[in-house]
C-alpha cells in the first residue's frame, strides 16, 4: 500500500448540439468541414462585433446542472476570462466566474460514494490548432460552439471512481438529448487536476493538470501515469510543479505543457456586452418539469416492473434510445403473453440493431423460437423405446441415479423426431417409461 492517497478533480467540456454557435448565427456544425468556413466577425473577434447570447444553449446547460442536482442562480451573468493564446481570436474567452448557472451540485456513484459538483457553467469553445512539421495552424469553425464545464470537488481517490462517473455524465447529456458527448469528435473533453498527499482530509499545496483527453482509457491511463510519476518526485522529499500537462496516447504517458495559472491571472472581470441574466423560481420550475427521466431512476424502474436484475437493466438503460425501444417491445409483447424478461433476453443476447429491427419482428422472432409442435403420442412413444433399446448402458446409469444421463436420452429422442418438440414433456414421458 502506497502512503501516498491520490487526491482528484475533474472539470469536463460538453460541447451543446445547437444549430449555431453560443453568441452568433454561424453553424455550429464543423466537424470535419473545410477550416475556416464557420466564421463571422463575431466568433473571429473583429473590432466592433458583439455577442448575442443563444438562449437554448442557456437553457440546456441549467438542465445539465439541474439533472446533476446541483442548485441553480436566479442572477448569473457572463464573464470575460482573459489569456493569450492563438486559437482564441478576442485574446479573451466568454465564459462565467463567479455566479455560475448551476453550483453545489451531486452524482452518486455505484459503490454509494457521493462526487460533489462545485459548479456548472457556460462559455465558447475555442479555435482548434493543427500542426504540420514546424508550423501551427488556425481553424477558427470551432470559436464560439456552445460549451458547457462541469467542475467537481476533489472527491476521487482512483482512475476508477473517475471513469464510472464520466460515463454517468454522458449518459446523463445524451439523456438530456443536449449532445452527442463524442469523444472522438472532441465534443466531451476530459480534464483531471491529481495531486498526493499523506493525509487524505488535507489537501497538497500543488496540482497537476492533465488536458484535453479524448476517451475513458486514456483518462485512466493519464492518472495512472501521474500517480506513478508524483510518487517518485514526493519520494525524493520535492514537491511536483503545478503546471498543465498534455498526454501521449501512442506512449500513455503525460508530458508538460506549461506552468499552471490561478484564477488571478485570468484577470476575470463582467462581460460588458452581455446584461446579467436572471431566472424566476417559476421558469427555473419549468425546466425541472421538462427533464426526462434520468438514467438510475430508469434503472432501478426498470428493476421493479419488469422484474429485470440489475445486469439486465443496467445494459437496456445505457443508451435512451435502447431502453425506449425495449419498453415499447414489451407493449407489442403483452398480447402475445411474452414476457420482459424474454424480451430483455432477446434483445441483449441477439445484439439486437434496434435501427433495422421493429419490435413487432422481435416479438415474431421469439414465438418462433419458443413456439413447439404437437407429437402424435404413438409416434413419440415409438421414438422413445428405439432410444431407450439403442442406450441401454445410459439407461442402467439413469436406474443408478445418474440423473442427468436423462437430458442425453431426451436429446436423442428429439434429434430422432427431428422436429421443435417441447423437452420437459419428452422427459417426463421418457421418466415414466423407464420407470
Avoid at 446547460?61 to 492563438?86: T, V
Avoid at 422472432?365 to 422413445?384: C, F, S, Y
Wanted: a neutral charge; charged letters at 30%.
Amino acid at each position: 500500500m502506497s502512503k501516498y492517497t491520490p487526491i482528484i478533480g475533474l472539470e469536463t467540456h460538453v460541447e451543446l448540439k445547437t444549430n449555431s454557435k453560443m453568441f452568433c448565427g454561424c453553424s455550429a456544425d464543423y466537424f470535419g468541414k473545410t477550416p475556416n468556413t464557420h466564421t463571422c466577425p463575431v466568433c473571429l473577434g473583429l473590432p466592433g462585433a458583439l455577442p448575442v447570447p443563444k438562449k437554448k444553449a442557456i437553457e440546456w446547460c441549467i438542465k445539465i446542472a439541474l439533472a446533476l442536482n446541483c442548485e441553480i442562480n436566479e442572477f448569473s451573468k457572463f464573464d470575460r476570462k482573459n489569456y493569450f493564446y492563438p486559437d482564441l481570436a478576442k485574446g479573451y474567452q466568454i465564459s462565467q466566474y463567479d455566479l455560475p448557472f448551476g453550483h453545489d451540485g451531486k452524482v452518486t456513484l455505484s459503490s454509494g460514494k457521493t462526487i460533489h459538483i462545485r459548479r456548472v457553467h457556460m462559455e465558447e469553445d475555442t479555435g482548434k490548432l493543427m500542426h504540420e512539421g514546424n508550423i501551427s495552424l488556425v481553424d477558427f469553425n470551432r470559436s464560439g460552439v456552445p460549451l458547457v464545464e462541469i467542475v467537481t470537488e476533489p472527491n476521487f481517490n482512483d482512475a476508477q471512481d473517475v471513469k464510472e462517473y464520466l460515463q454517468k455524465l454522458q449518459q446523463i447529456v445524451r439523456y438530456l438529448d443536449v449532445s452527442n458527448a463524442d469523444m472522438e469528435k472532441g465534443e466531451m473533453r476530459l480534464e483531471p487536476n491529481i495531486s498526493l498527499s499523506t493525509n487524505p482530509k488535507v489537501l497538497p499545496n500543488y496540482k497537476v493538470e492533465v488536458k484535453n483527453i479524448n476517451s475513458f482509457r486514456f483518462v485512466e491511463q493519464a492518472i495512472n501515469f501521474e500517480i506513478t510519476r508524483q510518487t517518485e518526485i514526493l519520494e525524493k522529499n520535492e514537491t511536483p510543479a503545478q503546471e498543465t500537462r498534455g498526454f501521449d496516447n501512442v506512449k500513455h504517458k503525460t508530458f508538460s505543457q506549461r506552468s499552471k495559472e490561478d484564477a488571478m491571472d485570468y484577470r476575470y472581470f463582467p462581460e460588458p456586452d452581455i446584461p446579467p441574466i436572471r431566472f424566476s423560481k417559476a421558469q427555473i420550475d419549468q425546466f425541472k418539469s421538462e427533464l426526462p427521466e434520468l438514467p438510475d431512476v430508469k434503472l432501478k424502474r426498470f428493476e421493479k416492473e419488469f422484474a429485470l436484475p440489475d445486469y439486465d437493466a443496467e445494459i437496456l438503460t445505457r443508451e435512451k434510445s435502447l431502453a425506449d425501444y425495449f419498453e415499447e417491445t414489451v407493449k407489442v409483447g403483452i398480447k402475445e403473453k411474452i414476457t420482459a424478461k424474454q424480451i430483455a433476453n432477446w434483445i441483449i443476447h441477439k445484439k439486437i440493431n434496434i435501427d433495422e429491427v421493429v419490435p413487432a419482428t422481435i416479438i415474431k422472432q421469439i414465438l418462433t423460437a419458443t413456439q413447439t409442435i404437437q407429437v402424435d403420442d404413438n409416434e413419440l412413444e415409438k421414438v422413445i423405446n428405439e432410444v431407450i433399446t439403442e442406450n441401454t448402458q445410459a439407461v442402467e446409469d439413469y436406474k443408478k441415479g445418474k440423473e442427468t444421463v436423462i437430458m442425453f436420452l431426451v436429446g436423442q429422442v428429439m434429434r430422432k423426431v427431428g422436429k421443435k418438440i417441447d423437452a420437459q414433456m419428452v422427459r417426463k414421458k421418457m421418466q415414466e417409461k423407464i420407470q
